[in-house]
């Protein structure tokens, strides 16, 4: 399946990489399949891009890599909609805002998104952690890991 992306043109993907977010993505109504892909140029940056249209796309990184004592806590109900039996399961991803000036950078700890991928599901769900910021600086040197 060919599909147009944001950043790499055109892109086959196959139908088994598309993961259904049943609830979709807050702020983009109607967009409910996406894929994920990485970036040739930076291993820890990925893309998770509708497969319907170039918009939206979202960038993605491993909160683990950047706050080392991450520790999410789900809301109930969590495990039932990614179809997920326990964490093992699931990864986590956190959604970037980069603007022109990458030391001004962001990262949304609050409102993860969250993939089963032996399931093809996905949803981005609010924390029940009350410390965790929807724009948390990338390189504010806080709460790094190394």
């Avoid at 702020?27 to 497969?51: R, Y």
């Avoid at 039996?85 to 970037?96: K, L, P, R």
């Amino acid at each position: 399946m060919l599909i147009k992306t944001k950043d790499f043109d055109y892109v086959d993907i196959s139908e088994n990489d598309i993961i259904a977010f049943p609830n979709g993505i807050y702020g983009f109504d109607g967009v409910d399949k996406f894929v994920l892909l990485k970036n040739p140029e930076n291993q820890w940056m990925m893309h998770m891009q509708s497969t319907i249209d170039s918009d939206p796309r979202l960038i993605l990184f491993d909160p683990f890599i950047f706050v080392e004592d991450y520790k999410p806590i789900l809301p109930e109900g969590s495990f039932e909609l990614l179809k997920a039996s326990d964490t093992e399961d699931i990864c986590f991803f956190v959604v970037a805002v980069i603007p022109e000036n990458i030391k001004d950078a962001t990262i949304n700890l609050k409102s993860p998104i969250v993939i089963n991928f032996k399931k093809k599901t996905g949803a981005q769900i609010i924390l029940e952690n009350r410390d965790y910021s929807t724009t948390t600086r990338l390189f504010s040197g806080e709460g790094m890991g190394g």
